[in-house]
């Protein structure tokens, strides 16, 4: 892990025949007592199964999978859609355009209902096209200067004298329904480093974790050391132009990934540097002082902070120019061109399990305007630059994934998607096919009824502009200006997205990308269409899907 990196130039059309040939086992999985500790070390912080029973309907898994290629503009058909799987033994030949900006995506298993194990035993990989704009830069490109980084976290079984067996364990707690878990690993390596002479890298960082959020702080003789880091890039390709990572530190989620130059040409032999992730799990969007990194945060589950060392070499001293601009095919799209836009709307929430017991569910309900008077309703309350409030008012039409499907976006046309998060975590929002651009994050305080969620739909009131004292930024940082296919959405706050489906038209999905949410339900599908086919598209959706279709009106 990770798997074999493709590497590969814009516009070569990849046929890739992906053959099963799993055979189990899947990483243990296991669910433990909230109780259990050792020495104040929770259960998920310790290695070994902390008296949990492994699950049995995850160990007789036999290694049904399908490939998904993440950040790619792939055909409907070579996508990975979640339910078309293939058997141990059973092979699907995919084509991929790689049509496309120059990025670094990465393929992964997208099996519904266990993606979380079967990524987390290691079905991932990298995934990188070039083009010709970006090698005019002349940025590193290929070893030794050009390192991927793939972060995820691990667990590992111990057998009953406690020595490590070297299996993979997923421990959960029947609380907190996401692995995380205590080993931060790099390229599947714990704590690994790296020796680095003194010149400049590029480092591809890619979150590949289940659940966790990095927020990574570079140190060096204790002291945070950024003004050496430049990130270039994001999930969709080069930015426009170089920018600093936050003073916080680089926060990554699941599936986020950075581009980043870091420059060790004044550091002498011998030089140790320490990337240190400083942020607790479950993430929550808190801002945090960079001075706390190298702390552990046992309540926070995480126990050892390292990600990775660095370690500066003899070589040859050499310092590359950072391009003043970097990307001239992309540019921020206004609100103003954006006035006649179809917006969709979709909270994110948490709502009781229906068996009692079970760990809360994670759905997000797909909403359209003009409920009835006696449906639960979500309120946005929207100040304007005119001292008035918009007021819409939306109902629930879709939650769980097999529900009706409601968004059929346009081929062509620019879409706002609003992602309004009524939890208390952040969640990562990933869209497949085109990358999109994040226009705006609003502050907002959410008032909800006790009995708010049910399953007929969700009723709050989202006020805009303003958040509860939560120690969240609620801005948009400048290395989130780019083209982006994963968004991070914290509480009381109000992501505006801009996408625009240009090339593909099918059946697709959006979905958390914490993989423990994605597989309980908090995906959803989308089917993109073009404009000629929309009149008769009527017949074959139902009534709320046609309501939902603003298209119809256009078309
Ligand atoms: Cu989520």
């Known amino acids: 892990m990770p798997g074999t990196t493709i590497e590969i130039s814009r516009g070569v059309e990849l046929e890739v025949r992906w053959e099963n040939h799993l055979t189990g086992p899947l990483p243990v999985v296991v669910t433990v007592a909230p109780e259990y500790a050792v020495d104040g070390m929770p259960a998920q912080c310790l290695p070994g199964r902390s008296g949990g029973v492994p699950d049995a309907a995850a160990a007789a898994l036999s290694g049904y999978s399908v490939v998904h290629l993440h950040g790619g503009m792939t055909q409907a058909s070579s996508d990975g859609w979640t339910e078309n799987i293939a058997a141990p033994g059973q092979a699907v030949l995919d084509t991929y355009p790689n049509d496309q900006r120059a990025a670094m995506l990465w393929y992964h298993d997208h099996v519904m209902g266990v993606t979380r194990f079967n990524v987390y035993a290691g079905l991932a990989g990298l995934w990188i096209v070039r083009d010709e704009p970006e090698r005019e830069l002349e940025l590193p490109e290929g070893p030794p200067y050009e390192l991927p980084l793939l972060l995820t976290d691990r667990n590992f079984d111990t057998d009953d004298a406690g020595n490590l067996t070297g299996d993979l364990l997923h421990k959960t707690d029947p609380d907190v329904m996401e692995c995380f878990s205590p080993f931060t690993t790099v390229n599947?390596?714990?704590?690994?480093?790296?020796?680095?002479?003194?010149?400049?890298?590029?480092?591809?960082?890619?979150?590949?974790?289940?659940?966790?959020?990095?927020?990574?702080?570079?140190?060096r003789d204790g002291e945070h050391d950024h003004e050496r880091i430049t990130q270039i890039g994001s999930e969709g390709g080069l930015l426009q132009a170089p920018v600093a990572i936050p003073q916080q530190g680089l926060v990554l989620a699941s599936a986020e990934r950075a581009d980043l130059l870091v420059d060790f040409s004044d550091l002498a032999p011998g030089t140790e540097l320490t990337l240190w992730n400083t942020a607790g799990a479950p993430f929550d969007g808190t801002v945090a002082d960079p001075a706390s990194a190298g702390r552990a945060d046992v309540d926070g589950l995480l126990p050892y902070p390292e990600v990775l060392r660095i370690r500066v070499k003899e070589g040859r001293r050499s310092r590359r120019r950072v391009p003043r601009v970097l990307a001239t095919d992309f540019r921020r799209t206004s609100r103003e061109e954006l006035s006649a836009a179809v917006v969709r709307a979709i909270a994110l929430v948490e709502q009781e399990a229906e068996s009692g017991g079970a760990p809360p569910m994670l759905t997000m309900r797909e909403l359209t305007l003009d409920p009835a008077?006696?449906?639960?309703?979500?309120?946005?309350?929207?100040?304007?630059?005119?001292?008035?409030?918009?007021?819409?008012?939306?109902?629930?039409?879709?939650?769980?994934?097999?529900?009706?499907?409601?968004?059929?976006?346009?081929?062509?046309?620019?879409?706002?998607?609003?992602?309004?998060?009524?939890?208390?975590?952040?969640?990562p929002i990933h869209l497949h096919l085109d990358a999109f651009q994040v226009l705006d994050r609003h502050p907002a305080t959410v008032d909800q009824p006790a009995d708010g969620i049910t399953t007929r739909g969700t009723s709050a009131i989202v006020r805009l502009g303003h958040a509860p004292d939560d120690g969240v930024?609620?801005?948009?940082?400048?290395n989130e200006l780019g083209l982006k296919d994963t968004v991070r959405v914290n509480p009381n706050e109000v992501v505006d997205i801009v996408v625009r489906f240009a090339v593909f038209c099918g059946r697709y999905m959006y979905h958390c990308h914490i993989l423990e949410h994605e597989d309980r339900d908090m995906m959803r599908p989308f089917v993109v269409m073009p404009a000629e086919l929309m009149p008769f598209m009527d017949m074959h959706t139902s009534r709320a899907s046609r309501d939902d279709m603003p298209d119809r009106k256009h078309a």
């Open 473 to 478: 930024s609620h801005e948009l940082d400048d």
């Open 373 to 427: 008077a006696d449906e639960p309703v979500i309120t946005l309350v929207e100040p304007q630059a005119n001292s008035e409030e918009l007021v819409t008012r939306w109902r629930t039409v879709a939650t769980r994934f097999e529900d009706t499907t409601t968004f059929f976006p346009m081929l062509h046309r620019p879409e706002i998607w609003r992602l309004i998060n009524l939890t208390g975590d952040t969640h």
């Open 188 to 219: 599947g390596v714990v704590w690994p480093h790296v020796e680095a002479e003194p010149t400049t890298y590029r480092f591809r960082l890619l979150n590949g974790s289940n659940a966790r959020t990095y927020r990574l702080v570079l140190t």
